[in-house]
C-alpha cells in the first residue's frame, strides 16, 4: 500500500524563522498530508498544532531529544502538545558509532528513553545520517545497533545519508523491515557537502527503496537539508515527483 507523504520542516527553516503561518500554509497547499516537526520558530508547540489542524496536516513525528535528563519535562509537554505518538531523536555524536561500546552506551540511552516515552503513550525513534553507516563487525553501525536496543525502538532511516555513508539504502530498508516505519526521502549527488536536489533530480534510486520499504512504510517524508536551487520550489518539485510516480499521496494530484 501506498504511504502518504510529509514534510520535515527543518527543510523551510529559514522561510518559517521569517513567517511561520506563512510558510507551513504553502507546504499545506503543495498537496503534503503531513509534516514532522523540529523546533517551532516564533511560535509555540500548541499554537503550531492549531495551524496544523486547520490546515488539515496530521503531524507525523517530532524530531526532538531523548526524554530524559534535564529535557525529559520540556519534551514530554512538546509530544504532549502536538498529541503525537512518534517521538524522534535526530542525532547522536558520530564517534559513538566507531566501536561497540560506543553502541552499547548510545542502546542504554535509548532504551532508558523509551521506557519513559513508553510510560507516557509514546513510542521512540531514532533518526541516522552518514555516520551510522560506519561497518562494525561487518555489518553497518546502524543495523548493529537496531539488534541491541528494545524491541519498541524504531528507526526513521534517512534514506539519502545512508546512501552517502556507503550503504545501499534499499537493501537497509528492507533489512530492517518492521522497525522502519518513517522514511526521510531526500536526492541529490551523494556526496558529503555538496547540496541536495529536489526528489527525482539526484542519483537516489527511490522506486527502490519505496519497494523495499513495502507494506511496512508508514510515512514518506520529504527532507532536504540544504539545497541550491529554491527551496521552497523544491519542497514543491519533489511533492510532485513522488506523488507523480505513485510512490506516495497527498491531498493533490501531482
Known amino acids: 500500500m501506498t504511504a502518504p507523504i510529509a514534510l520535515q520542516l527543518y527543510s523551510v527553516r529559514e522561510a518559517m524563522n ?28 500548541k499554537e503550531a498544532m492549531k495551524l496544523f489542524n486547520q490546515l488539515g496536516l496530521k503531524v507525523c513525528a517530532a524530531h526532538i531529544s531523548m526524554p530524559i535528563g534535564d529535557k525529559q519535562a520540556e519534551v514530554l509537554a512538546t ?22 561500546d560506543g ?6 540511552n535509548l532504551n532508558e528513553a523509551n521506557k519513559v516515552a513508553k510510560a507516557n503513550g509514546f513510542r521512540l525513534g531514532y533518526h541516522n545520517h552518514h555516520a551510522e553507516m560506519h561497518p562494525i563487525d561487518g555489518k553497518p ?18 534514506t539519502y545519508w545512508a546512501q552517502t555513508g556507503g550503504v545501499d539504502a ?8 518492521t522497525k522502519a516505519p ?22 537516489m534510486n527511490i522506486g527502490a527503496i519505496v519497494k523495499a520499504g513495502k507494506p511496512h512504510t508508514e510515512w514518506m517524508i520529504v527532507e532536504l537539508d540544504a539545497c541550491a536551487t529554491d527551496i521552497v520550489e523544491a519542497v514543491a518539485k519533489s511533492y510532485t515527483y513522488l506523488v507523480g510516480k505513485g510512490f506516495a499521496y497527498g491531498t493533490k494530484k501531482a
Not at 509530544?79 to 555524536?93: D, H, I, K, Y
Not at 553502541?103 to 542504554?108: F, I, S, T
Not at 526521502?185 to 527525482?200: F, H, Q, R, S, Y
Open 18 to 45: 521569517k513567517n511561520f503561518q506563512e510558510t507551513v500554509t504553502k507546504v499545506a497547499q503543495m498537496g503534503y498530508a503531513g509534516v514532522e516537526t523540529a523546533g517551532f520558530p516564533n511560535t509555540t508547540p
Open 79 to 100: 509530544m504532549e502538545a502536538l498529541g503525537n505518538p512518534s517521538l524522534v531523536v535526530p542525532w547522536q555524536p558520530p564517534e559513538l558509532f566507531e566501536s561497540m
Open 103 to 108: 553502541l552499547r552506551k548510545l542502546a542504554e
Open 141 to 158: 553501525a546502524l543495523l548493529a545497533l537496531s539488534e541491541m536496543v528494545d524491541p519498541g525502538v524504531f528507526f526513521e532511516v534517512d
Open 170 to 177: 534499499a537493501d537497509l530498508v528492507r533489512k530492517l523491515r
Open 182 to 203: 518513517l522514511l526521510h526521502i531526500k536526492d541529490g549527488p551523494c556526496l558529503k557537502g555538496e547540496p541536495m536536489t529536489a526528489v527525482g533530480d539526484g542519483v
